[in-house]
């Protein structure tokens, strides 16, 4: 027993110690705007849409770039608000429901004081026919923002799981 304990331990240190993290400088990060009163910024956030019953998701957005700065973001950051400066924005965003896998870039003007939220047709069964599309909204008054914008989409294969049964006779 105390063998196997030291040869697992060893091995653990051995793979531990070939493999750093490497750390990302801050200047590729998007860091929100500092110092600037909250009413002259105006923010954005992913997208979700589920349904209703099993909360099954149909439709997912998270942003992953901003401005061309990292927000190092995955799928359960969906609905993370951030703040942007009231400006020509770039917003960069991956959608990964329902076995599908797309991403792309959407621009926009930013205007102080409102909210965006990047959204899609996915979840909509005419989705299938007429092909997925990505948009920015303004969440206060609905207004579409920039042009729907189809995106290419590529399917994610499910991974198998295979899981070894012992058959005692």
Do not use: C
Not at 38 to 67: C, H, M, W
């Amino acid at each position: 027993m105390r063998n196997q304990f030291l040869r697992i331990s060893s091995i653990f240190f051995i793979f531990s110690s070939q493999f750093t993290l490497a750390e990302i400088p801050k200047e590729l990060l998007y860091q929100s705007p500092q110092n600037i009163d909250s009413e002259q910024l105006a923010t954005i956030q992913g997208f979700q849409d589920t349904s209703t019953p099993l909360k099954f998701v149909k439709a997912r957005i998270y942003i992953n770039q901003i401005n061309g700065k990292a927000t190092l973001n995955s799928s359960k950051d969906w609905n993370k608000i951030y703040s942007i400066l009231p400006t020509q924005t770039t917003i960069r965003f991956t959608s990964d429901a329902q076995q599908l896998f797309s991403s792309s870039e959407l621009n926009f003007i930013a205007q102080s004081g409102q909210k965006y939220q990047i959204k899609t047709n996915q979840a909509d069964k005419s989705s299938h026919k007429e092909g997925i599309q990505f948009w920015v909204e303004n969440s206060t008054t609905g207004e579409v923002i920039t042009d729907k914008q189809f995106v290419n989409s590529s399917v994610n294969q499910p991974q198998q799981i295979y899981i070894p049964v012992i058959i005692n006779k």
